[in-house]
């Protein structure tokens, strides 16, 4: 199975905010063809979907030859997963050809959430599937955090059905955990058809694994959203290709699995020129897939 590069277009939300359709065009223009949408306007603290209306969206994707293979979206910070406006925004996505939507971080840090998040995203994956869509993860680090011989994430993998959920792997953000993509993509299988890529620095502001970092310092007890705060700084993410990513090797790896079909870049860091940056990244990832 061929891989197709994408975006993540969180990668570029500053210059989203400034100017939507400009930006949209400009990501066309680096060479971009499959997009991820972003729900949330991070600098106006709205959401684009209340801003853009779906049809005029729809309509310049395809004017610049794009596609909406996917979206991240979520609650708003406080709101109740399962009272989100799933409805509406089934509505509006279905106008843009899209019908994967992608939690973009979830809460967990114990069993016990972790069993309550499986019966709120067995829920939700249902719903969603009524109508035709495909429910997504996306992780960050603490959803590895250990419990036993097993991790929260295994946790949640099993108690959620397979056609309810599916994972998009971030997998500098599970290294991050200290855990190998590929052994977890093994586990997955099929349930992982979309990875994000990133790149880190050769130079990281501590080490790679954040939860060797808490024991270190000892901060096991501290909130994980403090480990954040604490242990991750910007500069920790590169273009690709200037860090210490290994791609020959990964990418070996995930091409010999068969289970990908979209690798999407999820630019992070900073850089003077990030429109530069985001069509870097697109020529060098392409170099593995």
Known sequence: ???????????VYEQLAQDYYGTLRKLAEAGYTHLEMLGFNMVKMSRFSDEFPA????????????????????????EELLAHRWDELMDYYEQLGCTSLVLPSVWMDDRDSTLRLAEQLEQLGSKLAQRGFQLYLHNHAHEFKADGDTTLFDILAAHTDPKHLKFELDLVWVMRAGVDPVAVMERVGGRCDMIHQKDFSKQLSGPLNLFESMRANGDEGLGLMDVYRKYIVPSDF???????????????????????????????????DKLASVRNDLTYLRTFI
């Open 1 to 11: 199975m061929s891989i197709q590069a994408g975006i993540n277009i969180y990668s």
């Open 55 to 78: 049809k005029e969206v729809a309509a310049e994707l395809a004017a610049s030859g794009l596609k909406a293979i996917a979206a991240h979206e979520g609650p708003m910070p406080g």
């Open 238 to 272: 590169v273009d690709l290709g200037t860090g210490a990513f290994d791609f020959a090797h990964m990418y070996g790896k995930i091409k010999e699995l068969g289970h990908v079909k979209y690798a999407l870049v999820e630019n992070e860091g900073k850089s003077v």
